[in-house]
């Protein structure tokens, strides 16, 4: 059987990690539009994912500890995706 608790802890303390290390890698004066429009692509990529195994696990019947998780990890990529994409904003003007 699938421990998605763990998997998905796993995946939060990623996440974490993340919300620490976009904002530094955002905040280079040397980054390109172009590297920006890459993580931006790859961020919401993952919250595509993550909304769409959130919404599996809850159509499977997980317990709210599980899908409490998934939504978790689906916020956090969601606002990693909200910041590259302020970043785009920036750096078009």
């Known amino acids: 059987m699938t421990d998605w608790l763990k ?11 993340m919300l620490k290390a976009v904002p530094k890698v955002l905040n280079d004066p ?4 172009d590297q920006v429009k890459a ?10 994912f993550i909304e769409k195994l959130r919404a599996a696990l809850e159509a499977m ?17 969601a606002d990693l995706a909200a910041t590259a994409a302020e970043k785009l904003k920036e750096l078009r003007q």
């Open 39 to 48: 993580l931006f692509s790859e961020l919401e990529r993952q919250a595509q």
């Open 61 to 77: 019947g997980h317990d709210f500890p599980v899908v409490d998780k998934a939504t978790a990890l689906e916020a956090r990529y």
């Open 7 to 17: 998997i998905l802890d796993d995946e939060i303390q990623s996440g974490d990690k």
């Open 30 to 33: 040397d980054i390109s539009l």
